[in-house]
Structures are given as structure tokens and as C-alpha cells.
């Protein structure tokens, strides 16, 4: 498998190395010069093994360019980045899930295997796996391997619960993803098998990710805040410290996909945060939502309308920016709103808020208002 990939990105040209989040930018004609030497049989380019070596200490002084470097062809539009959903089946049970109803259904290997065609087609370079939990998936090893043969920078996002396993961690030792985002529920297996509703799950996951740590993986972690984790939250920010990882935390959960409020009851109150302003989002432009059909939509939010790219292609790509154009349109209550320009949600988190009737305070100035009172 290559060791390089040189691809154009937004206005530029960037060469990556699978697994690693470095990147290095390069002028229009260096990647003419790469890519005409992969077409050629030459070797690698002189200043390209010096920079290689300075960013990643490995040494490709005369091996030749076809082979060692995947040269990506431009897609047709400006999107450089997706999220899949692999499934939207899971492991787990958790009290406070945005999924709702967590059906294992979507499509087979050749369509999955369709579907990383179109996005490679399309210019997707910056995937990120998600679900559902992705590494429970019969098919997730094929599609990983799949889509790091078509020169995408892979980052997966997972609740760490199947990484105990050898062969799961031998993969992602192989082919390491740029980042592995692992999401957190507690800081005791008590507090955590009750969050996850899933017995034996925090042994699991704290086997997983020791082995993780040790196999060298990027790693960072989401620290998921609720009202049944919240006396944890200093235990668990303290055991990201120990292990030296980065983290984040999340308090404001969503409604569920289906516009219903089961998840909101689970907030934990004193760790709601203030969002800020929402001044713009690239969805529809540079990135799109993949669900595990198929359907490509401007975010994980904003799930319709959508685009079939199965049955549509790369084509059909070309309409996601003027659905994100209509989603993006204040309706409702928010029609003439006099503090839309400091808005703190985008108009499809406020839709599905507003469907699920979530509190007011949660999502809007209005609220924040008459709560303060």
C-alpha cells in the first residue's frame, strides 16, 4: 500500500501520510512534477524525500514514485470532507442516544464498497467513521482497508467497546486512522455500565483502550456529560490527564434523529454550555453526511432532503449546496427574529429542537432571557 498521498485540497495541493494527521502543503507545479513522475516510473522527487524525511523520519531516497505515492485526481466540486455513518446499530443502550431506534441495516459490502467510490470520486480526502458503533460492523475491517486504498485520511469515531479484541487492534495498528475519537461515560464501572446500560461495558472499554494507548494510536477522547455521569465529570477529565490525552467534553445533547426528546432529560444542568454565535457552516459545500444507505445529506442534522448517491453518483452531489441554502432559512417562531444574527444553533439543530419541544433556554436567546428572570 502507498506510503503517500498527494491530493489537491481546497485552492492548494497537500501531501499526507496514511495515519498521520500532518499534512504538508505544496506549490501547483510540485504536484505536477509527483505526478508526472509516478506516471513515468521515476523515482520520488529529491525535494520530496528531504521534507518526508524531516516530517515523518522515514526514508524513500530512490524507491520509485508509482507505488510509494497515490496521486488523487480532483474531484468536481469543492467538497473535501464527509462523515459515514457505517450503521446505525450499537453495542450499547445508552440512556441519552440521538440515535433512537438502533437498527443494524444499511448497505451490503459491494454497495459500501460503491459508495467509498463515489466519495473518492466526488474529492472526499478527510472521512470520518462513524455510526451507530462503527468496529461492530461484519464489514468494517473490508471498507476500512477499502477506503485507505483510495487515498482517504480516516478518523473513526467509536465508544471503544470492541478494542479489547486482537484483531481489531492489530488493523488499526496496520493502518493507524489520522484520529480515534473515543467517547467516555463515566469514570467507574458502575457509573459507566449504567450510562451504557450495558453490563461488563467500562472493563471492556478501559482493556480497549490500554491497548490503544500502548499500540500508539491517535488518540482523543469525548467525555459525555449527563445527569447520571455528572458527579464523574473531575474523575474522568482526570483520568484524559494521566493517560496524557486530549479531551473534550459534551453536555448539550440533541433530540434524537426522528425529531423526538427522549435524550434531553439526561442533561445535566450545571454543565450546559453556552454555544457560540453561529456565524456559518461549510455543509453542503466542502462536507457532507453520509448515512449507512447511502443517502448523502448536508449534515448528520439535516438529514432531508437528501441526495441517493448509489443511485445517483457523484451527480447528485451537485444539489447538496442548494438544499443547505433551504435548510438553512429561519421558519416558524424564527421568522424575523431580531437576535438571528447571534443565533447560538443553526437552523437545523433549532428545527429539530423546536419539533421536539425542547426548553427554550436550552437552545434559544429568548429563553436564556425569561430563564435568567
Request: aromatic share 6%; proline share 6%.
Amino acid at each position: 500500500m502507498h506510503d503517500l498521498i498527494a491530493t489537491p485540497f481546497q485552492d492548494g495541493h497537500l501531501v499526507l501520510r496514511p495515519g498521520s494527521p500532518k499534512a504538508l502543503k505544496i506549490p501547483r507545479g510540485k504536484f505536477a512534477q509527483l505526478k508526472a513522475a509516478v506516471s513515468s516510473g521515476d523515482a520520488v522527487p529529491a525535494w520530496l524525500t528531504d521534507v518526508v524525511t524531516q516530517a515523518w523520519n522515514i526514508d524513500l531516497a530512490g524507491r520509485p514514485a508509482a507505488g510509494t505515492v497515490l496521486v488523487r485526481a480532483a474531484g468536481p466540486y469543492s467538497i473535501s470532507r464527509a462523515t459515514w455513518e457505517l450503521n446505525l446499530g450499537c453495542d450499547y443502550d445508552c440512556v441519552m442516544c440521538y440515535l433512537g431506534k438502533k437498527r443494524f441495516e444499511g448497505l451490503d459490502m459491494a454497495g459500501k464498497r460503491r459508495l467509498l467510490h463515489v466519495m473518492a470520486e466526488a474529492g472526499v480526502v478527510f472521512l470520518q467513521v462513524t455510526g451507530g458503533e462503527p468496529l461492530i460492523d461484519p464489514d468494517f475491517p473490508e471498507a476500512y482497508e477499502y477506503a485507505h486504498e483510495l487515498g482517504m485520511q480516516l478518523e473513526v469515531l467509536s465508544n471503544g467497546s470492541r478494542l479489547h479484541k486482537d484483531h481489531v487492534i492489530a488493523l488499526l495498528t496496520r493502518l493507524p486512522p489520522s484520529k480515534m475519537s473515543l467517547s467516555v461515560y463515566g469514570a467507574t464501572a458502575g457509573t459507566y455500565d449504567t450510562v451504557t446500560r450495558n453490563r461488563g461495558a467500562f472493563d471492556r472499554f478501559t482493556t480497549g483502550l490500554d491497548k490503544a494507548v500502548s499500540a500508539g494510536l491517535n488518540l482523543d477522547l469525548s467525555l459525555i456529560i449527563t445527569r447520571q455521569n455528572a458527579h464523574e465529570a473531575d474523575a474522568m477529565r482526570t483520568w484524559a490527564r494521566r493517560l496524557g490525552l486530549p479531551f473534550r467534553e459534551y453536555a448539550n445533547l440533541s433530540p434524537t434523529i426522528h425529531g423526538t426528546a427522549e435524550p434531553l432529560p439526561s442533561q445535566s444542568p450545571e454543565h450546559l454550555t453556552h454555544r457560540a454565535p453561529f456565524t456559518g457552516c461549510p455543509a453542503g459545500v466542502t462536507f457532507f453526511h453520509a448515512d449507512p444507505f447511502g443517502r448523502a445529506s448536508i449534515c448528520k442534522i439535516g438529514r432531508e432532503p437528501n441526495v441517493d448517491l448509489i443511485t445517483e453518483g457523484v451527480a447528485g452531489l451537485a444539489r447538496l449546496g442548494g438544499i443547505a441554502e433551504s435548510l438553512m432559512l429561519r421558519t416558524g417562531g424564527c421568522s424575523g427574529c431580531q437576535l438571528s444574527g447571534t443565533c447560538r444553533v443553526c437552523r437545523p439543530m433549532a428545527k429539530i429542537l423546536q419539533e421536539a419541544k425542547a426548553p427554550l433556554e436550552n437552545y434559544c436567546q429568548h429563553g436564556m432571557k425569561e430563564a435568567a428572570r
